[in-house]
């Protein structure tokens, strides 16, 4: 059988539009597709992730609790960035208010607006990059 690759990743959202704001403005994430529900309100925004994969933000039907970092079950989105780029990245996200939450030597950990971890993540790791 075929390797299996991701296809999608989804995440639920209160707030639809704030968080397209996050993921196409601050992230740059190219927009692939809007999807309306049956009374023609926003439903969900596909956005690009390379490849024929894409982020699917899709609104919430209701609200729920938030998960905790410790919690079982996925722990974060890790979107790949240039370890060259990793200061660029670090400013883009401090311009739109978006604080860095914490770092690994490979890794920029930040909370799209509604708590849930992003990663910024490079590997291998450039020799004299933190």
Do not use: K
């Not at 933000?57 to 729920?64: F, L």
């Not at 607006?113 to 910024?120: N, T, V």
């Amino acid at each position: 059988m075929t390797p299996l690759r991701p296809h999608h990743l989804a995440v639920v959202v209160q707030d639809l539009a704030r968080a397209e704001a996050f993921y196409a403005g601050v992230l740059g994430l190219p927009l692939v597709r809007r999807w309306d529900d049956d009374e023609g309100r926003p439903r969900s925004v596909w956005l690009a992730l390379g490849g024929d994969t894409f982020l699917a933000v899709e609104r919430a039907a209701s609200p729920g609790p938030v998960r905790a970092d410790d919690a079982p079950g996925w722990h974060c989105v890790a979107l790949a960035i240039e370890a060259s780029e990793r200061e660029a990245w670090r400013a883009r996200l401090e311009a739109a208010g978006v604080p860095v939450e914490r770092e690994s030597a490979f890794t920029l950990y930040a909370r799209d607006p509604e708590g849930s971890l992003i990663a910024l993540s490079h590997w291998p790791v450039e020799r004299g990059a933190r």
